[in-house]
């Protein structure tokens, strides 16, 4: 029988803190009232947490599946990979860190019963460090403006999916991709709710400021050609900026004769326009290196096992697999 409810994790070195989420997570579904499944992908974790998640499949193998990585892929790699593993009508995607309660999973289903076939969720008070804020408000801004996806807040992964909207995201082949940006250009009917955030459980935050500028990067590049565009625009303007510059040059060396004053100040402007060429240069770079990793056609992840209950009797199967 196919459950009406998947929820998916992605595990990456979360040891210190699965106990808890085990203890907070299958009550909170238990008390739901419909049948479930929970689908953990383990990102090629280096601590303990493969054998964890192995010990609570054997404990609960009636809902538990665990999916478990070769090597480390991406946090949105090990949801893709989860979403190919979903059986149910829902799918919820969840944090192992448990900043998301997972009580609050009731309150995106009975949203989704309203009618809606993607459910975002938005942080109440959010439980972060106040340069993460900053940032994310910053990101979340220059995205919708860019891309017209609109997230209140695309770093909460804490969301509700239609089967229809995975099914579309299961047959996206992109190498590089952002699921929640991804589903909502999916989704029929998208909204949003307000959840509650707590801090993190055990650990650390796994996302370095590097990591969310390249993480916004790569949304933006992967869903708009605004960038290019813009640049092409920059690129014209500065053109006719430099060829009135030129005249205006011309004009003042025949009138005044050869003088030295202004050297710098060409100087900078040079300094200038060299920084925006290597901007341009970066940016094309970009998008080619895009369509680089695509047409080479390689694994998005390797798969070495799926721990799942194979029949009623119980048998366990472990199943050694590739998916792109």
Same mark, same amino acid.
């Given at each position: ?30 008390? $739901? +009232?419909? #049948? ?8 090629? #974790?280096?601590?303990? /947490? ?33 979403? @190919? ?8 995607? $969840? ?9 609050? *999973? ?14 975002? #969720?938005?942080?109440?008070?959010? =439980?972060? !460090? ?7 408000? &910053?990101?979340?801004? $220059? ?14 992964? %804490? ?21 929640? &940006? ?20 055990? +650990? ?7 990591? %969310? ?5 790569? %949304?933006?590049?992967?869903? #708009?050609?605004?960038?290019? @565009? &813009?640049? /092409? ?6 053109? *006719?900026? /430099?060829?009135?510059?030129?005249? &205006? ?7 005044? +004769?050869?003088?030295?004053? +202004? ?9 200038? $326009?060299?920084?925006?060429? %290597?901007?341009?240069?970066?940016? !094309? ?5 895009? *369509?680089? =990793? ?31």
């Amino acid at each position: 029988m196919k459950p009406e409810l998947s929820v998916v994790i992605p595990v990456y070195n979360e040891e210190a803190g699965l106990a808890r989420l085990f203890e907070r997570l299958y009550p909170a579904l238990d008390t $739901l +009232g419909m #049948s479930y499944e929970i689908v953990f992908v383990n990102d090629g #974790s280096r601590d303990r /947490s493969a054998q964890i998640l192995a010990d609570q499949f054997r404990a609960r193998p009636d809902v538990t599946r665990v999916v478990l990585f070769n090597g480390n892929y991406g946090q949105h790699m090990a949801i893709l990979a989860g979403f @190919q593993a979903t059986r149910g009508n829902v799918v919820v995607t $969840l944090d192992a860190d448990l900043q998301n309660p997972p009580e609050e *999973i009731g309150n995106l289903i009975a949203k989704m019963h309203e009618g809606y076939d993607y459910v975002g #969720s938005v942080r109440r008070e959010r =439980q972060d !460090v106040a340069w993460r804020k900053h940032a994310s408000r &910053a990101m979340n801004y $220059l995205r919708e403006k860019l891309t017209h996806i609109k997230m209140t807040d695309q770093g909460n992964m %804490l969301r509700a999916y239609g089967r229809n909207v995975v099914d579309l995201v299961n047959q996206c082949n992109e190498v590089n991709t952002f699921i929640p &940006a991804l589903a909502y250009t999916f989704a029929r009917k998208p909204t949003e709710i307000v959840v509650e955030h707590e801090e993190r459980a055990a +650990g650390e935050s796994k996302y370095s400021l590097y990591s %969310l500028i390249r993480l916004n990067f790569d %949304l933006i590049t992967g869903f #708009s050609l605004m960038p290019l @565009q &813009a640049f /092409s625009l920059v690129g014209i303007a500065l053109s *006719i900026l /430099s060829a009135a510059l030129f005249v &205006a040059l011309i004009v003042r060396r025949f009138i005044l +004769g050869s003088e030295v004053q +202004g050297v710098f100040t060409l100087f900078a402007l040079d300094f200038f $326009l060299m920084g925006v060429i %290597l901007f341009g240069i970066g940016l !094309v770079g970009e998008y080619v290196g895009r *369509i680089y =990793q695509q047409v080479r056609g390689r694994p998005r992840y390797v798969v070495q096992a799926i721990l799942e209950q194979k029949d009623e009797r119980g048998n366990v199967s472990s199943i050694s697999n590739v998916r792109e």
